[in-house]
């Protein structure tokens, strides 16, 4: 079976200073990563995914993840924090062949200036 | 285009009452998914429609929950009776059919969400 682990349940963190969200999963088989992100009051957005190829992959608001699989881990970083980026941020992982997301716990970064 | 939507953004319900969840999917999306984040807890997968067809039903908590979706389009969630543990946030999500070489169907757009309140 597969699973999803976040660690930090919440990540305060200074207005322009560098963030790392953690995430760990467990498969046996073949998988699929996303960051979906949830601002205040809003709904699920997808940030970024890991499909194939390239193990670092980017969002348009300046994210990154890195796949990497000897690890297990998708972590989450970002160089420099906005305040805009408070949210509570979502690891899942789709297996293959599947088509149900697991769900990490959920991190609520918080950014303070 | 638009987006997932869903009705009611918000519902607060008696024990033992009825609730019905609304969901359109992005026009044009075969899969059609409910998931549950219960307070605190990980958002869980509740089930999966290719078009009208139920796919994996796996996570629906008991029989008190029945989805349908006819004619392939939006779809319901009712909730009947409601107990004060279905509480939670309601989510549903589309994507594309799936198509060989192709990873459009692995991309789960979800909507706002209903809260459910049972009190």
Redesign the interface.
Known sequence: AQSVTQLDSQVPVFEEAPVELRCNYSSSVSVYLFWYVQYPNQGLQLLLKYLSGSTLVESINGFEAEFNKSQTSFHLRKPSVHISDTAEYFCALLTGGGNKLTFGTGTQLKVEL | EAG?TQFPSHSVIEKGQTVTLRCDPISGHD?L?W?RRVMG?????LL?FVKESK??E??MPNNRFLAERTGGTYSTLKVQPAELEDSGVY?C?S?HQMTSGS?A?????????TRLTVT
């Open positions: 997932v899969n998914y998931y807890k990980e958002i869980k997968f999966h796919q994996d796996s996570g989510f999500a994507s990873f169907s692995y991309e789960q757009y979800f909507g706002p969400g």
